[in-house]
């Protein structure tokens, strides 16, 4: 292959628009480049983006992180810069496509035997990796066409969904202790949602109707803390119950964040105690004050009340006295290991050489660092501990790294910042929380956290574990999410595809809905992957009673009225819940032409078909009966359909149409979503990437809806009559109105209807 051609400078007046935020490119780039720490270089940065060297999201990211090691000199090496953010590189399509081939050589046989099953992300990664610097979405722009050319038509075995890698036979689990029995025990019977709230469609946030109203187990008792310890604990404490809802400002919130909110709020609120939101700020490289302020209105959002709101940073000071006294007791020592030193170091239990330097040498040391004479990486506190232990988590952690990085909070004061490992128990400590709740992957650092409060005297909370909620078809690890929203696979955090708390919002899922799936699927220690099937049938039971009806069209076709006049219009009240018409009503307008849904129409008519066809007579739902005169066709494709209407409706048809006006309604994009990942579990896929379902987002760009949702606000639900359940989107405009689908209005025929509990796949 040739040498990557130099980059084209195309003229201003082609510069590509966003269409969501109406930037350019570069101006996008830009506002990205604003939010970066990299001192007196951001000109720099900005002639860069200016001259289009730097041109996507992923040069960006090089560029910064480039820069930001270099903010503290006045000047840094352009050549080195150049090389580390591909500036200069550029493919043409002919080089991508030669790549693409080379990688179908490679695997031909594999990709011949699986054909449209072969994981294309394999081959996206390939040619991308081959490719330095190459624009990914050209990449992948090229790739599908490709795939499609050498396979051909995809047949019905390419449909079939591919099988479910089988899991070895799991060891069997050991007993659980009298304490972890005590805190599952109640669970089972909160598992367990009998007819009565199928029906209510009423979702109180933390006592449903048909469950008990104690659905939290009991708090266990704290014994042990000397006495002289808990009497200070309990003279300080502002209430019996004190839990935190602690997550890191890395990321947006997920559907599990809300069980953890509900675990730790809705525990507080039931047992009359309080709850804080604290923000675990330990980490400045990857925290942002947009994670900050989605995270906070994400809780806001499902009705939780913190009682206070704190940050890990307000400990900022006693994190780094408390560090102080543990050198001082010969319990942590600087080490200047490298992160792959120290990685083999606890693997193979085997001591650092800088593990027994004096005290007052790393008394020193640790000044030094937070003084900044050391770089990122060049030495960390460790905290001494049992590098023998059979628990990798007592293998002296690291309690403080070097992180040349201004803080959102603090700013310039600190370069040095504590790890979770030490942060979290401490402040646990710090604020009386009585019930330290965690998901089951933090069991393994319950001794890391009893530990360090031991050896500095602090009081010590229980700590208790539940399973974190996973549901199938989707990820929400934040690393392979922001992963997915930096490659521009997804359109940013909110993306409906995905399961982050404001991605679950836009689609119109509501808290009292993501609240009655967390009550059905229960608070246990079982490891378990909720079916999201289960979801969508919540979403259903609160929907069908809160959700106002309207019609909508997806494809039109026209409809004339030959039998009233070309100025007809009469309005028709349509109850805005059939079951319920005391609930009010509203009105649109039945005119001469109107638009039915192209499904709606057959050429020739069957037996079980409700819909129109020539000769036919059927109800306009809310109107009259319609009968089919006449279809006016363009080639084989019919573009009108005429007839007649009966006043009287004489006759009783089987099938009732839905219906918008045709010269009074409201223009709308229809957005239609489905799995984000085909596989339940993505992540036990070869290729996670290579998962990705093609067919996630289904675009119907003119659709029309009824005159009654022209005023609907962002996140207002409908009922689309026929259709499913809809949310109002943000990007709607005056001109025209997007809708989101949230779920459709029953099971898919080839899925099975959502148990009432699911049953845990594993016990611990």
Same mark, same amino acid.
């Given at each position: ?167 070895? *036979? $799991?060891? &069997? /689990?050991?007993? =659980?202790? #009298? !304490?972890?029995? +005590? *805190? $599952?025990? &109640? /669970?089972?019977? =909160?598992? #367990? !949602?009998?007819? +009565? ?6 979702? =109180? ?12 187990? =009991? ?546």
């Amino acid at each position: 292959m040739s040498d990557p051609a130099p980059a084209p400078v195309p003229t201003p007046d082609k510069k590509k628009k966003d269409p969501k935020t109406a930037q350019t490119n570069e101006e996008k780039l830009k506002n990205m480049a604003a939010k970066a720490e990299i001192g007196p270089h951001m000109p720099a940065l900005v002639a860069y983006i200016d001259s289009l060297s730097i041109r996507n999201e992923e040069q960006l990211l090089a560029a910064t992180k480039f820069l930001n090691e270099q903010k503290y000199s006045a000047t840094f090496d352009r050549a080195a810069f150049e090389r580390v953010c591909g500036v200069g590189i550029s493919y043409t399509d002919e080089q991508i496509n030669t790549a693409i081939q080379e990688a179908f050589a490679a695997h031909r046989d594999e990709i011949m035997e699986r054909r449209y099953n072969y994981p294309v992300g394999l081959l996206f990664k390939e040619v991308s990796d081959k490719l330095a610097w190459v624009d990914r979405k050209k990449v992948n722009a090229l790739l599908m066409p490709a795939v499609a050319a050498l396979l051909g038509p995809r047949t019905e075995a390419d449909n079939a969904k591919p099988e479910k890698p089988k899991k070895p *036979a $799991a060891s &069997p /689990a050991p007993a =659980a202790t #009298a !304490t972890e029995t +005590a *805190a $599952a025990t &109640p /669970a089972a019977s =909160a598992a #367990a !949602t009998p007819a +009565a709230e199928e029906e209510s469609g009423v979702c =109180a946030l933390y006592g449903p109707p048909g469950l008990p109203e104690d659905v939290f187990p =009991a708090p266990l008792v704290n014994d042990q803390n000397p006495p002289e310890i808990y009497a200070r604990h309990l003279a300080a404490r502002p209430a019996n119950i004190v839990c935190r809802f602690p997550p890191e400002p890395n990321g947006f919130l997920h559907i599990g964040h809300a069980k953890a909110c509900f675990l730790d709020f809705g525990m507080a609120q039931q047992k009359g105690g309080l709850c804080y939101f604290r923000l675990d700020d330990t980490n400045p490289k990857g925290e942002t004050q947009e994670y900050i302020d989605s995270i906070a209105g994400s809780i806001a959002w499902l009705g939780h009340h913190p009682w206070k709101v704190t940050y890990t940073s307000d400990y900022f000071d006693k994190l780094h006295e408390l560090a102080v006294v543990l050198i001082k007791k010969g319990l942590a020592y600087v080490d200047h290991s490298t992160k792959e030193e120290i990685s083999a170091q606890r693997e193979n239990k085997i001591c650092s050489r800088y593990r027994d330097r004096p005290v007052e040498e790393n008394l020193k040391l640790f000044e030094d660092m937070r003084k900044g004479k050391f770089g990122n990486g060049e030495c960390v506190l460790r905290m001494k501990m049992d590098m023998n232990s059979p628990n990798p988590c007592m293998r002296d952690l690291i309690a403080y790294r070097v992180i040349h990085s201004p803080h959102p909070r603090t700013g310039d004061k600190w370069c040095i910042y504590p790890s979770y490992d030490f942060s979290h128990c401490i402040v646990d400590s710090l604020e009386n929380v009585t019930h330290s709740m965690c998901t089951l992957e933090f069991e393994i650092r319950r001794d890391s956290y009893f530990w360090l409060l031991e050896v500095l005297g602090l009081y010590k909370p229980i700590v208790w574990e539940m399973s974190r909620l996973n549901v199938t078809h989707a990820v929400i690890s934040k690393r392979k999410v922001i992963f997915l929203v930096q490659h521009g696979m997804v359109a940013g955090w909110s993306d409906p595809r995905l399961a982050t708390l404001e991605a679950l919002r836009r689609r119109g899922y509501t808290p009292e809905i993501l609240h009655n799936f967390i009550r059905r699927v229960g608070i246990t220690r079982n490891e378990n992957l909720i079916k999201y099937e289960l979801l969508e049938h919540c979403a259903r039971q609160w929907l069908d009673t809160n959700a106002r009806r309207a019609m909508a069209v997806l494809d039109p076709i026209k409809v004339t009225i030959t039998n009233v006049p070309e100025d007809y219009c009469e309005m028709r009240e349509v109850p805005d819940f059939p079951k319920n018409p005391e609930r009010g009503s509203h009105r649109v307008p039945f005119t001469r032409q109107l638009y039915i849904d192209r499904s709606d129409w057959r050429d020739a008519d069957e037996k079980s078909f409700f819909g129109l066809a020539p000769g036919k007579e059927t109800g306009l739902k809310n109107a009259f009966n319609f009968t089919c005169t006449e279809a006016i066709r363009d080639g084989d494709r019919v573009v009108e359909i005429r007839g007649t209407i009966d006043p009287a409706n004489t006759h009783k048809c089987k099938g009732h149409l839905t219906w918008v006006s045709a010269t009074q309604n409201v223009p709308a994009e229809c957005r239609l979503y489905d799995h984000l990942f085909m596989h339940e579990d993505p992540n036990e896929v070869e290729d996670w990437l290579g998962d990705m379902n093609p067919n996630s987002l289904q675009v119907c760009p003119r659709a029309f809806v009824d005159v009654s949702v022209r005023d609907s606000k962002p996140e207002e639900r409908f009922q689309f009559e026929r259709l499913g359940y809809f949310c109002t989107d943000r990007d709607s405009t005056p001109a025209r109105m997007v809708f989101n689908r949230t779920t459709g209005l029953k099971e898919a025929k080839e899925k099975a209807t959502p148990a009432p509990a699911p049953a845990p796949a594993k016990k611990h």
